[in-house]
């Protein structure tokens, strides 16, 4: 699995705690930003939510771990775009649950309210647990088939009810969009020259002149 961190200005300073809780799953982690405290341009919520919404619907990435101060913002931005399934993660148990009932492929983590004495291991242990299950197996056993036919219903709303990623990029505030485009190193990551959407590549190179 191909997993992003992106971390928001506030948070910057626990990106290495994050790396650190992802390092011994064996995934494929990508520091995608902020990776510190001060970097440019500045990312809010605003800007992480359209970078991680990016590389999912790019397939560049297979999940995202993400978050803000409270986790609230991040997963209100990211959740307004197409193919994203972002659960707000603050225990182990809530990341247990996420993986077998919601399959979803972006957390969001809480990563100032509350963050003191002992929350590096908090992160280790929910990582622990979320990669722990079968993603959308369904729990408990009995509720298994209606949860998995409500996921798959869940995926068809998303593409129902959203503009796909091409139209969005096309049309998206400017104070959203350059500052990612701009984020040293993303537009590597992205790589929209070879992107299969052409439609999308299209859109990107619009608004990268």
């Known amino acids: 699995m191909r997993i992003a961190v992106i971390n928001e200005t506030s948070a910057a300073d626990k990106n290495a705690d994050i790396l650190a809780a ?30 991680s919404a990016l590389l999912l619907n790019a397939g560049r990435v297979d999940m995202v771990v993400g978050g803000c101060g ?80 409500s996921r798959a219903m869940l995926s068809g709303l998303s593409r129902q009810s959203h503009r796909r990623m091409a139209e969005i990029v096309g049309v998206i505030d400017e104070r959203i969009v350059k500052p990612v485009l701009e984020y040293p190193g993303f537009i590597d990551l992205l790589s929209p020259q070879t992107l299969g959407d052409a439609d999308l590549v299209s859109a ?5 002149k």
């Open 204 to 208: 990107i190179a619009g608004r990268m």
């Open 22 to 51: 992802l390092e011994p799953h064996g995934h494929e982690v990508i520091n995608a930003g902020m990776r510190k405290s001060g970097e440019s341009p500045e990312l809010t919520y605003m800007h992480t939510g359209f970078m």
């Open 70 to 149: 409270t986790g609230q913002g991040y997963l209100n931005s990211v959740m307004q775009y197409p193919g994203v399934f972002c659960g707000h993660i603050a225990t182990p148990l809530d990341a247990w649950l996420f993986t077998q009932i919601n399959g979803g492929n972006c957390i969001a983590l809480m990563l100032n309210q509350g963050y003191g004495w002992g929350s590096d291991v908090n992160l280790r242990f929910i990582f622990e647990r979320l990669f722990s299950v079968e993603s959308g197996a369904g729990y408990p056993p009995h509720r298994r088939e209606s949860q998995r036919a």
